[in-house]
Nanobody, 129 residues
Framework: QVQLVESGGGSVQAGGSLGLSCVAS????????MGWFRQVPGKEREGVAA????????????SVKGRFTISVTISQDNAENTLDLQMNSLKPEDTAMYYC??????????????????WGQGTQVTVSS
């Protein structure tokens, strides 16, 4: 069964750094894209960063370019992927619930939440001023 398990997150002061990690099991060979999304209450889920695992091409929201870095590690037996998001120079507006996601098919828009099939449980990131 496909599963995404997230870790990381927490609270930090503005200017600080946090890292998020997501292990995708039973999935490495099927994911055409993986990404991190975030959501605050009352707003739509927005794409933060995405990556095509087989190619390594990365995509970022304008609001996080130069501050966040997405990466993926594929296990030697190709049984799972580990998706990481390193977040530096954090701002209060980065506060949100962050979700790891994977797309079984080729997404039409790689930063659009609706194009992703599998989601992690979410992890809270809080940045205080």
């Amino acid at each position: 069964q496909v599963q995404l398990v997230e870790s990381g997150g927490g609270s930090v002061q503005a200017g600080g750094s946090l890292g998020l990690s997501c292990v995708a099991s039973a999935y490495a060979r099927s994911s055409h894209a993986m990404g991190w999304f975030r959501q605050v209450p009352g707003k739509e889920r927005e794409g933060v960063a995405a990556i095509v695992p087989g190619v390594g091409r990365t995509y970022y929201a304008d609001s996080v370019k130069g501050r966040f870095t997405i990466s993926v590690t594929i296990s030697q037996d190709n049984a799972e992927n580990t998706l990481d998001l390193q977040m530096n120079s954090l701002k209060p507006e980065d506060t949100a619930m962050y979700y790891c996601a994977a797309s079984l098919g080729l997404p039409r828009e790689i930063m659009r939440a609706a194009d992703y099939n599998v989601w992690g449980q979410g992890t809270q990131v809080t940045v205080s001023s």
